[in-house]
T-cell receptor, first 110, second 114 residues
Framework: EDQVTQSPEALRLQEGESSSLNCSYT??????LFWYRQDPGKGPEFLFT???AGEEKEKERLKATLTKKESFLHITAPKPEDSATYLC???????????FGAGTQVVVTP | DTGVSQNPRHKITKRGQNVTFRCDPI?????LYWYRQTLGQGPEFLTY????????KSRLLSDRFSAERPKGSFSTLEIQRTEQGDSAMYLC????????????FGNGTRLTVT
């Protein structure tokens, strides 16, 4: 059965303190790994799609990387506005049905 | 692009009542998904439409749940005889019919069953 596991469950950072979030997965025939950001009371907001091992994507202070078994979301010099829950999800087919992990709640304090 | 719209944002109902939620996807998106999210968990897949055809339903979707997408535009999710375990955030997402396109989510409907 496909599994997506995120760690840590929660992360508290000082502003400027870089860190990484992990998403490990077991899925046959991975067609894409997706990262989303979710603010309290809101729906998930799309960040990145990664397709193959070795691929990297960047957006502002965020960088996502992918290996054959896991993905990392690196947050460089975070700011308080980066506080959110970060979700990763995997897709087997090309049409949809993302399977999500439980998320990592990130709090960045000034 | 006005985004995915969901109504109502919040719904409080008593156990045993029926509730209906509405989702308006991004206009050019022909794929529409319903997910459910409980506190501290990621979204769980419920069902998927391509245009007006419901192509897949999760085993999470009991007989009390029904979803429709008439004319391939907006969608409704109805829960009959609500139970306290139905309390959750119900999320709708849409995507275009292109290979491996990401899902775009609405801000959900928060259901509380008392």
């Amino acid at each position: 059965e496909d599994q997506v596991t995120q760690s840590p469950e929660a992360l508290r950072l000082q502003e400027g303190e870089s860190s990484s979030l992990n998403c490990s997965y077991t899925v046959s025939g991975l067609r894409g790994l997706f990262w989303y950001r979710q603010d309290p009371g809101k729906g998930p907001e799309f960040l990145f799609t990664l397709y193959s091992a070795g691929e990297e994507k960047e957006k502002e202070r965020l960088k996502a990387t992918l290996t054959k078994k896991e993905s990392f979301l690196h947050i460089t010099a975070p700011k308080p506005e980066d506080s959110a829950t970060y979700l990763c999800a995997v897709r087997r087919g090309s049409w949809g049905k993302l399977q999500f992990g439980a998320g990592t709640q990130v709090v960045v304090t000034p | 692009d006005t985004g995915v719209s969901q109504n109502p944002r919040h719904k409080i109902t008593k156990r045993g009542q029926n509730v209906t939620f509405r989702c308006d996807p991004i206009s050019e998106h022909n794929r529409l998904y319903w997910y459910r999210q409980t506190l501290g968990q990621g979204p769980e897949f419920l069902t998927y439409f391509q245009n007006e055809a419901q192509l897949e339903k999760s085993r999470l979707l009991s007989d009390r749940f029904s979803a429709e997408r008439p004319k391939g535009s907006f969608s409704t999710l109805e829960i009959q005889r609500t139970e306290q375990g139905d309390s959750a955030m119900y999320l709708c997402a849409s995507s275009p019919d292109t290979y491996n396109s990401p899902l775009h989510f609405g801000n959900g409907t928060r259901l509380t069953v008392t």
